[in-house]
């Protein structure tokens, strides 16, 4: 007799008995499967999914890394942002990424237009969407974390106050339990879980770079900003493509069409290096600040830059005036910063939030960038080039010419110049990117 025409789940479960038998064995199995499940369902310390009609069962720690989509109905509010951009930015990752192991859906926080700790006084909160493309975000960050409007909550919110541990005491160990119980049980009833205390960016870190990158990636400034940054691109090449042809720097059939310019991170500002300096002595490494001069003779030695180069310097705006920092530069090098560049009416009408955006987006769009492996906004531009490198099926830039090449100019590299960097993408948080030395060398 052939059973398989009589029985087709016999053979799943190793049932070669007369058909009466199997069927009755099968039936005993699905009773049995249907109330485990049900036993299961009951502790809220387990995740249970639909999977063809079959519940598979999650064990607490899977759950909170298991995301078939953020829950649309559960949000997580958190304090208002603050700091320069990319602090920021990585405070909004950051609480991204909590609301993710909640498995709740971050309403969309206030951003912070100008430094506070400069100017307390002119403290404004800006929109998230008035810097970043709301819509395109949540595109583009689909089933990984999720945004959501004040608007989206009923008139019957029920929210839980969490405060925020500090201190010594307050370990990282504590702040991930401390997550762990307010995704589950009664807390997780609540519609808003609402954090409060610090600021995002001082919360204790529990993930990958990788995770990081991957919210910095459906970063994507309005249009309104992004054109700002077109204009100043658009002038840099210009100029590149003038210099190019007065020097004939694009004889032998190479095109003017496109005008490659190198970008510097420039950090020699006081307030700066007398941070940098204390750094130094707290961290015991003596690699972390550099002068004007020790800048510009490595970025004169990298190898293969050409004879002739247009160089933008991000500089801050005490140092426009500072006509020393365009002198000295090693010959073919032609440096220019916003004044001298004649756009620094395009930054003017802007808060200091919005300006940093635009000089994020020109030194990231450089064809080289030079900056300081211990500053964030340097870092964060590094990170994102990396992810480019990345994308092109390459993991490392020793030895080899690549597209978008990066350098830290406060570590020596090859032939006295600056060394390349690229993002350590395996480590398992973002210390080394909140002042750190993660600049990879060969």
């Not at 919360?203 to 990081?212: A, E, N």
Request: net charge positive.
């Amino acid at each position: 007799m052939d059973l398989s025409s009589t029985c087709k789940l016999s053979r799943l479960f190793g049932c070669f008995f007369t058909p009466l038998t199997c069927k009755g064995c099968v039936a005993l199995v699905t009773i049995a499967l249907f109330f485990r499940a049900i036993f299961l369902h009951s502790f809220s310390g387990y995740g249970v999914i639909k999977s063809n009609n079959l519940h598979l069962i999650l064990s607490p720690s899977l759950h909170l890394e298991s995301h078939e989509g953020i829950r649309g109905d559960k949000f997580l509010e958190v304090p208002q942002i603050v700091w320069g951009l990319n602090n920021q930015k990585i405070a909004f990752a950051r609480a991204c990424l909590t609301a993710r192991m909640l498995n709740r859906t971050l309403l969309m926080p206030s951003l912070s237009a100008s430094l506070f700790y400069k100017e307390i006084d002119l403290l404004h909160p800006i929109s998230f969407d008035q810097v970043f493309q709301y819509e395109r975000f949540n595109s583009l960050c689909n089933r990984f974390v999720r945004l959501g409007r004040y608007s989206d909550l009923g008139n019957q919110t029920r929210k839980y106050d969490l405060r925020k541990g500090s201190g010594r005491k307050w370990t990282v160990e504590r702040d991930l339990e401390q997550l762990k119980q307010s995704s589950r049980g009664p807390i997780d009833k609540y519609q808003v879980i609402s954090m409060a205390g610090k600021n995002p960016f001082l919360w204790h870190d529990h993930w990958p770079v990788k995770d990081y990158a991957r919210v910095f990636e459906c970063l994507v400034l309005v249009d309104e900003i992004a054109k700002e940054a077109d204009k100043v691109v658009s002038k840099i090449r210009r100029i590149g493509r003038k210099l190019r042809s007065k020097t004939n720097f694009g004889a032998e059939g190479s095109s003017l069409s496109h005008a490659p310019y190198v970008a510097i991170h420039m950090r020699v500002e006081i307030d700066w290096m007398i941070h940098c300096k204390k750094l130094e002595q707290r961290s015991r490494i003596s690699q972390i600040c550099s002068s004007k001069q020790e800048i510009m003779e490595r970025v004169g030695n990298i190898v293969g830059l050409g004879s002739t180069a247009i160089v933008y310097l991000a500089v801050a705006d005490s140092l426009l005036n500072d006509s020393s920092i365009l002198d000295g530069w090693k010959r073919g090098l032609v440096p220019f910063e916003k004044k001298k560049l004649g756009v620094d009416g395009i930054y003017k009408k802007h808060s200091y939030l919005i300006q940093s955006a635009i000089d994020y987006e020109v030194c990231s769009r450089a064809d080289i960038f030079v900056g300081n492996s211990f500053s964030t906004f340097s870092s964060l531009i590094v990170l994102e080039r990396t992810q480019r490198v990345i994308r092109m099926g390459i993991t490392s830039s020793c030895g080899i010419d690549v597209r978008w090449p990066s350098y830290a100019y406060n570590i020596p590299g090859e032939s006295n110049g600056p060394q390349k960097w690229m993002t350590n993408m395996s480590d398992s948080n973002l210390k080394a990117i909140s002042y750190g030395s993660n600049a990879i060398s060969c």
